[in-house]
């Protein structure tokens, strides 16, 4: 049971040992269901947060998580507790001392509904407000968990009203206030995910543009390597652990 339970951890998913009969009440009262999934979700973090601790206590290692449009509001909460972990989202943060970063798990509306969407004017102020606090927008990182629209870091298959996919073509999915505000800013470096599949790296201007991509429904980690120079990404790397 326990090797079982790691591997539906290891996909991403969150395993709960319950009987035929409270299977039945969980369909039969949504409410219950969004309950004990905010109770499952929450506990999980809080064992992610308290490894990390253990990992990067007394170390210099710093370490920005945002947490994402799926991530109900009190993920954050949970995040803000940790001795180690900084919770960058809708914060200006200090990389280092040459570059700051900007972060916001909110997207654009997608037909998941999911809990931090809102429309492309409202994200669009979000983003401004951030860049506004910035010393110097060009040294910059913009960690926006929308990609940019129209760049292939943002391409998703066709699905239709039931969610299943409907198409076996790609179409454009991403932001365009985000790729408007690269556009306006050139910042250094941007930092995307949201769209699992799209895994790419692309050039808005001077500024490089990742999405990393996902597959933690296999079990892996997908990540990108970057070191940053004083005004331009030196060395950029995919990696999977």
């Known amino acids: 049971m326990n090797e079982l339970e790691k591997m539906i951890r290891d996909k991403g998913y969150y395993p709960y ?3 035929p009969e409270e299977i039945e009440e969980l369909k039969a009262n949504p409410q219950k269901m969004d309950a004990l999934f905010a109770h499952l979700m929450t506990e999980e973090t809080k064992k992610w947060m308290r490894i ?3 990992k990067l206590k007394d170390t ?3 370490c920005f998580v945002c947490p994402g449009n799926d991530d109900i509001p009190e993920i954050d909460g949970i995040i803000e507790q940790s001795e180690t972990v ?3 989202s809708g914060k200006v943060v200090a990389v280092d001392t040459h570059h700051e970063m900007i972060s916001l798990g909110w997207t654009n509306p997608s037909p998941w509904k999911s809990y931090k969407e809102c429309s492309e004017d409202e994200l669009l102020k979000k ?3 951030l860049v506004s606090q910035l ?4 040294k910059s990182v913009f960690n926006l968990h929308a990609p940019p629209y129209g760049t292939g870091l943002d391409d998703a298959p066709e699905i239709d009203e039931t969610l299943k996919q409907s198409s076996r073509f790609a179409r454009a999915v991403g932001s365009t206030a985000v790729k408007d505000s690269i556009e306006k800013y050139g910042p250094l470096l941007g930092l995307h995910g949201h769209v699992h599949e799209a ?5 808005i201007g001077r500024t490089l543009c990742v999405n990393p991509g996902s597959t933690y429904e296999r079990g892996t980690l997908l990540g990108v390597l970057i070191e940053l120079g004083d005004s331009k ?4 790397m995919p990696v999977v652990g």
């Open 17 to 19: 040992k319950t009987s």
């Open 52 to 54: 990390a601790d253990e």
């Open 60 to 62: 210099s290692v710093k």
């Open 86 to 88: 900084v919770n960058a």
């Open 127 to 129: 983003i401004e407000s």
């Open 135 to 138: 010393k110097d927008v060009k």
């Open 199 to 203: 895994k790419g790296f692309t050039k």
């Open 233 to 236: 990404v030196e060395n950029y």
